[in-house]
């Protein structure tokens, strides 16, 4: 991973508009790797981003929500972060980040099978409740799927 993620830095693939790692065992460390290639501005052009089942826990969830902000990844409409090991900590950092402005255009968000926790639920309530993802039409994940205008799916 850590090869991959020194191309994207490199510009690589500086017009990718989708990326599927989804059913990789990335890990925290893979996903840090990701985080500080995000950070660089490798991925500005991304739509879409499925990390489906990748076993990235809080410590990973984490290092991606200190890289987002700032539009790192402005232009991305579609994030499939389910069947991780994000847990409460996790989500509570990826809605702080986007409680100050990251993944605005966010149109489909899928946290399913995370055991985000009570506080998880809470946080990503918080932060659909000020607005902050108001382009969002899908929400696989806490307690369920919360359906908005976009219909079902998981989002990817």
Known sequence: MDAFCEALSAGALHSLLSLNLADNTIGSEGMQALAAAVSKGALRT??????????????????????????????????????NRMDEKGANALTESISKGALRNLRDLNLDDNNIGDGGIKAVSEVLGMGALAS?????????????????????
């Open 46 to 83: 991304l739509t879409n981003l499925s990390l489906m089942n990748s076993a990235i826990g809080p410590e990973g969830m984490q290092a991606f929500a200190e890289a987002i902000p700032n539009e790192a990844l402005g232009n991305l409409t579609h994030l499939d972060l389910s069947m």
């Open 136 to 156: 969002l039409h899908t929400l696989g994940g806490p307690a369920g799927a919360a359906q908005g205008a976009g219909g079902g799916g998981s989002g990817g």
